[in-house]
């Protein structure tokens, strides 16, 4: 720091003999009260722009000098260090948040393996607690050493991501907690991966090899009555109802529903058009039409708007044990 200031005051003086410089040549070469007056005052215009950028060079310096030198506390340092590749320093930094652990949507091995490589995992952060923020793709995962959690608003990618982790670092027993809405896209992305996992939940174990068996073998015994593919006028039709009734110059992707869009869709509404029975469903960014019939289009009228259910590939809606379209 002190050399930063004799830097700064020996520039300064510099600065200050170039200015007078300039004066005293002015006033032996110059002739005329107004051309010296005015030549005087770019002079010392030029010399206060000088001091400015000395000034601030100075300032940048001693920030530059402060953060490299400031004392970091304990967690600063562990944090530091745990970045640097330590792992003591990390298992320190847990150590400190023992208690607590992640909340909210989470995925959690049980009584299985630890391993400290996560292969196409990018470690993006280390907070203070000891939680590694791994990056993959879009999708953020937290891992504090002994759990998984997603982001609020994770792709089915990221679930799929954080379920290949779960899987390497703690090993194929799994625990999900978290909302059933959460739990159901578990186990529905785990059965379409083709994962070798179990969960210890039996309800949702089970749920998984239902969607296992769903996505192995097509279904014969729930052929829906034959229905008609809605024309491009009908969607043409439901399109616009649904760019009036939301009101807004931009509305989302509006399609027929193909058998890639298998897996759970938020309901929107039910339509009739030209005698003919319809429903909207919303599938990430995109509004889905699908051709139904009259009783499950008088089923469909008690739902409300977001509620979740699940489309296999021929279009059969499940909503509940034991419910089908």
């Given amino acids: 720091m002190q050399e930063a200031r004799s830097r700064k005051a020996r520039h300064i003086d510099a600065a200050k003999r170039a200015g007078q410089i300039k004066r005293d040549t002015i006033k032996l070469t110059m002739r005329g009260r107004i051309t010296k007056k005015l030549l005087y005052m770019r002079v010392s215009q030029s010399l206060r722009s000088d001091l400015r950028q000395i000034v601030d060079r100075h300032r940048q310096d001693c920030v530059a000098i402060t953060a490299r030198y400031t004392r970091l506390t304990w967690a600063d340092w562990l944090r530091q260090q745990a970045l640097a590749g330590d792992p003591e320093a990390l298992h320190a930094l847990r150590a400190q948040e023992a208690a607590r652990g992640l909340s909210g949507d989470t995925i959690v091995a049980v009584g299985t393996r630890l391993v400290n490589t996560v292969v196409g995992a990018k470690q993006d952060y280390i907070t203070k607690q000891g939680t590694i923020i791994y990056r993959v793709g879009l999708s953020a995962v937290r891992d504090d050493g002994t759990r998984l959690q997603v982001s609020r608003e994770v792709t089915n990618d990221g679930i799929d991501a954080a379920l290949r982790l779960a899987v390497q670092k703690y090993g194929t027993t799994i625990a999900v907690s978290g909302s059933d809405a959460f739990k159901a ?71 027929r529903f193909e058998a890639r869009d298998q897996g759970i869709v938020r309901f929107g509404s039910v339509e009739k058009v030209e005698g003919k029975y319809f429903a909207l469903v919303h599938r990430q960014d995109e509004l889905l039409v699908l051709s139904i019939d009259e009783a499950t289009y008088k089923r469909l009228t008690s739902f409300t708007r977001g509620r979740t259910f699940h489309l296999n590939a021929s279009g059969v809606i499940r909503h509940g044990r034991g419910h089908r379209r």
């Fill in 185 to 255: 896209r578990v186990a529905q992305v785990a059965a379409r991966s083709h994962l070798t996992i179990r969960f210890d939940d039996p309800t949702l174990e089970h749920q998984r090899q239902r969607y296992a068996r769903d996505s192995h073998s097509p279904s014969t015994q729930e052929t829906p009555s034959p229905l008609i593919a809605p024309s491009d006028a009908v969607v043409r039709h439901i399109a616009e109802q649904e760019r009036k009734r939301l009101q807004i110059i931009r509305t989302p992707a509006i399609r």
